[in-house]
């Protein structure tokens, strides 16, 4: 699921789950899945179709607040 396909789905109040947990490929990156109302899990991709990962943990915070998002869950 793209960045603009999330964003509608906040602004649009639907439900999902967000979820930010280490890269099971690479342990030093964070990934984000994002879990819709039916229990599809989607990795969060940019426009381009790549996933988003990065190894601080901050920064994918801070682009989730930026996207509206007020609840994550984070796994260790």
């Known amino acids: 699921m793209n960045l603009s396909e ?3 789905k906040i602004l649009a109040n639907e ?3 967000i979820e930010m947990m280490r ?3 690479e ?7 994002i ?3 039916d229990g599809k ?4 991709m940019n ?8 190894t601080d943990a901050n920064q994918v915070l801070l682009l989730l607040r930026s ?3 007020k609840h994550a869950n984070i796994v260790l």
């Open 27 to 33: 342990l030093s990156e964070w990934v984000i899945w």
């Open 15 to 17: 439900t999902i789950a």
């Open 41 to 44: 899990s989607f990795l969060l």
């Open 47 to 54: 426009e381009f179709d790549v996933a988003i990962t990065t």
């Open 35 to 37: 879990r819709d109302g």
């Open 67 to 69: 996207l509206g998002v």
């Open 23 to 25: 890269n099971p490929a």
């Open 6 to 8: 999330v964003k509608e």
